[in-house]
């Protein structure tokens, strides 16, 4: 008797890998961890900082700061 044809085993199925990341940690070198880690710590402090800003002004329009009179200079003409 004659076997049936094998029909090809399909592989099995793998998750697709996603490339967002780039490496795992323990394959990354140091510079690139720290590039990475020093990129997040700059976003954060610039975000901090511009809301900060933001945040100042909206305070200083419900609070404003008490109206100082500059003293005036003395004049520069002088006569002689």
Do not use: C, N
């Not at 990341?21 to 990354?28: A, Y």
């Not at 590039?35 to 511009?50: K, N, P």
């Not at 909206?58 to 500059?70: C, Q, R, V």
């Amino acid at each position: 008797m004659s076997t049936p044809p094998k029909a090809p085993q399909q592989p099995e199925q793998k998750y697709p890998e996603f490339k967002f990341r780039t490496k795992p940690v323990q394959e990354r070198s140091i510079w690139e961890s720290y590039a990475g880690t020093v990129s997040g710590l700059y976003h954060g402090i610039t975000a901090f900082a511009g809301i900060g800003l933001l945040v100042s002004d909206k305070l200083e329009e419900i609070f404003p700061s008490p109206k100082e009179t500059a003293p005036k200079p003395a004049s520069s003409s002088s006569s002689t």
